[in-house]
């Protein structure tokens, strides 16, 4: 079983930039695709970005040139540099892991709140 701990979430003015960052324990997640997703109130569930465990990366578009996804396997963590932020990038983000074949990110951290001034 995979543990996820998100860390990095706060409150920052538009245009400005944070760091989330996802420590993973339980398992070695060098072989996992991990992702964050994120939900506002109100509104449905986002998936924001993907890491394959070969480095390939994939982003919603509401976010693309703006958000990094990065993972560092050696420490077993993954990372979402987010600038440029939005007022609508508001949200809790989670951190999630998928094991090779599965179909479903199975794996969720408790979140982490990023709120955005405008």
């Known amino acids: 079983q995979v543990q996820l701990v998100e860390s990095g979430g706060g409150l920052v003015q538009a245009g400005g930039s944070l760091r989330l960052s996802c420590a993973a324990s339980?398992?070695?997640?060098?072989?996992?695709?991990m992702g964050w997703y994120r939900q506002a109130p109100g509104k449905q569930r986002e998936l924001v970005a993907t890491i394959t465990s070969g480095g390939s990366t994939n982003y919603a578009d509401s976010v693309k040139g703006r958000f990094t996804i990065s993972r560092d396997n050696a420490k077993n963590t993954v990372d979402l540099q987010m600038s440029s932020l939005k007022p609508e990038d508001t949200a809790v983000y989670y951190c999630?892991?998928?094991?090779?074949?599965?179909?479903?990110?199975?794996?969720w951290g408790q979140g982490t709140q990023v709120t955005v001034s405008s």
């Open positions: 339980g398992t070695i997640v060098s072989m996992f695709t």
């Open positions: 999630v892991a998928r094991r090779i074949g599965a179909g479903t990110f199975a794996s």
